[in-house]
C-alpha cells in the first residue's frame, strides 16, 4: 500500500518532469521557427510597426507614471540613508546607477509583461480559440510569420525604448525631490552622477539587459497564447501563465546578466 | 484605428526612445568628455603605495578633471604600483610635474593630483612621472600618532 502510493508519488513527480523537458524543448523549436520565418513578416514592416504600437506606444504612459514615482521614491529613500552618512550629496550617482542598472530595465519589463505580454497572449489565444489560426493555415497564410513573429519582434524593439523611457523619468523624477522638494545643490546632483556613471558599464549594459528581457518576455507571451488550450479557461489560464513565467524568468535572468555584467 | 495615425505614433514612440538614449549618454554618462573621442595619451606613474586607488579614478590639476586611471598593476622589478592615466590631450605636463594620491572629502574616493613643475619641456605619451607621494593610509597614520603619543610622556619622566 505505502509502496504503492511513494510509486505514484515518484510517477507524478517524473511525469511532470518530462512535461517541463517536452514544453521547453517546445519553446525552443518554436523560437526557431519564428526565426526562420520572421525574414518574410520584418519584409513587410508594417505588420510589425502595428505591434509596436500596441506592445510599445500604449504602454509608454505606465512606463512615464511609474518610472517618475520609482525616481521619487529613489531620492526620498536614498536621501534619508545617505544623509545619515553626510553624503546626500551622492544622491544624484545613486538614484542614476540603480535605475540603470537594475530598476530601469527589470521593472520596465515586469510593468512590459504584464502589460502588454498578457494583451499578446490572450489575443493570440483568442485567435486560436476562434479557428482564426485554423483558417489561416488553410489560406495557406503561415500563421507564425503573419500573427507571431511581428509580436515578437515588436516586443524586442519595444523593450529598450521602453526601459530607457523609465530611467529618463526616474532620474526627473529623483531630481525633483533631491532638488527641488529637498534642496540639494543642482550643479553637485549632476556631477556626482556623470562621475559615477560610465556609458558601456552602465548604459549600455543596461540597455543589453532590457533587450534580453524583451526577447524573453516575448517569446514566453506569444509561445503561451499559441499553445493555449483552445477554450475560454484555456487562455485565461495561458495569460496568468504568461506574467508568472515572465515575471520569474525575468528575475533569474537578470541575476545571471548582472553577475556576467558588472 | 488608421495606418497613418499609429506610423506617427511609432515614429513619435522611436523618437522619444532615441532622445532618452541622448540624454542618458550626454547628461548621466557625460559622455563628451574624456570617453576618448577627442584624443588621449598615456602616461605612468609608479608609486609606494596606492592606498585605496582605483581603475577609473579621476586625474586632477587644480580641481579640473585632466585624465583618468585607466590600469594599475603591480612593477614585478622594483614592487612599486604603476598606475596608466589616459590623459587629455589638450592638457601637457612639464617633465617634473609631480602626482600625489589625494582623497576628496574625508571617506570620499581616491585621486591622483598633479602639480605642475618648471621645466619648461613636457612629458610625451608613454613617458613616467618621477616625483610621486604615495597615498595616506589610515593605519600607518594612526600607528604613527599612537608611537608619538607613546613617547612623549616618556621623555619628561626621564628628566626629573
Given amino acids: 500500500m505505502a509502496d504503492s502510493s511513494s510509486r505514484n508519488l515518484f510517477a507524478a513527480f517524473g511525469h511532470r518532469l518530462i512535461e517541463a523537458v517536452w514544453k521547453l524543448g517546445f519553446v525552443c523549436r518554436f523560437f526557431a521557427a519564428i526565426l526562420r520565418d520572421s525574414g518574410a513578416s520584418l519584409r513587410r514592416f508594417p505588420l510589425v510597426i502595428r505591434e509596436i504600437y500596441f506592445a510599445g506606444v500604449l504602454s509608454m504612459i505606465i512606463i512615464v507614471v511609474s518610472g517618475m514615482f520609482v525616481g521619487m521614491v529613489l531620492g526620498l529613500q536614498g536621501y534619508s540613508t545617505l544623509v545619515r552618512f553626510g553624503s546626500a550629496d551622492a544622491l544624484g550617482a545613486l538614484v542614476a546607477l540603480s535605475l540603470l542598472r537594475e530598476l530601469g530595465p527589470v521593472l520596465a519589463a515586469l510593468l512590459f509583461a504584464s502589460r502588454s505580454g498578457s494583451a499578446i497572449t490572450a489575443e493570440i489565444g483568442l485567435m486560436k480559440a476562434t479557428e482564426q489560426l485554423d483558417a489561416m493555415a488553410v489560406m495557406a497564410v503561415n500563421p507564425i510569420a503573419r500573427v507571431v513573429a511581428p509580436r515578437f519582434w515588436a516586443g524586442v524593439l519595444s523593450m529598450p525604448v521602453l526601459a530607457a523611457i523609465f530611467n529618463v523619468m526616474g532620474i526627473f523624477g529623483g531630481y525633483f525631490v533631491g532638488v527641488t522638494l529637498i534642496g540639494l545643490d543642482h550643479g553637485t546632483f549632476w556631477s556626482q552622477m556623470q562621475n559615477a556613471v560610465d556609458w558601456h558599464t552602465d548604459i549600455v549594459n543596461g540597455l543589453i539587459k532590457s533587450l534580453v528581457f524583451g526577447a524573453a518576455v516575448s517569446l514566453i507571451a506569444v509561445f503561451e497564447g499559441f499553445d493555449a488550450k483552445p477554450t475560454a479557461e484555456g487562455v485565461s489560464s495561458a495569460t496568468t501563465r504568461t506574467v508568472v513565467t515572465s515575471a520569474l524568468t525575468i528575475l533569474a535572468l537578470d541575476f545571471v546578466l548582472t553577475a556576467f555584467m558588472f | ?160
Avoid at chain 2, 586632477?60 to 612599486?80: C, P, Q, W, Y
Wanted: overall charge neutral; aromatic content about 6%.
Fill in chain 2, 1 to 160: 484605428m488608421k495606418r497613418a495615425t499609429i506610423d506617427l505614433w511609432v515614429g513619435i514612440f522611436a523618437a522619444l526612445g532615441c532622445a532618452a538614449v541622448l540624454f542618458l549618454a550626454l547628461k548621466t554618462a557625460n559622455l563628451t568628455v574624456g570617453s576618448g573621442s577627442n584624443g588621449t595619451y598615456s602616461l605612468y606613474a609608479e608609486f609606494d603605495n596606492i592606498g585605496g586607488l582605483k581603475v577609473k579614478a579621476p586625474v586632477k590639476m587644480a580641481g579640473v578633471v585632466v585624465g583618468r586611471v585607466t590600469d594599475i598593476r603591480l612593477d614585478n622589478k622594483s614592487f612599486r604600483a604603476r598606475a596608466t592615466l589616459e590623459m587629455d590631450k589638450q592638457y601637457q605636463f612639464s617633465r617634473d610635474v609631480s602626482a600625489e594620491i589625494l582623497t576628496s572629502g574625508l571617506l570620499g574616493e581616491q585621486y591622483i593630483g598633479l602639480l605642475q613643475g618648471g621645466d619648461p619641456d613636457n612629458l610625451a605619451a608613454g613617458d613616467t612621472i618621477k616625483l610621486t607621494s604615495s597615498a595616506l593610509v589610515l593605519e600607518q597614520l594612526i600607528g604613527k600618532f599612537m608611537l608619538n603619543a607613546a613617547e612623549k610622556p616618556a621623555a619628561p619622566a626621564d628628566s626629573h
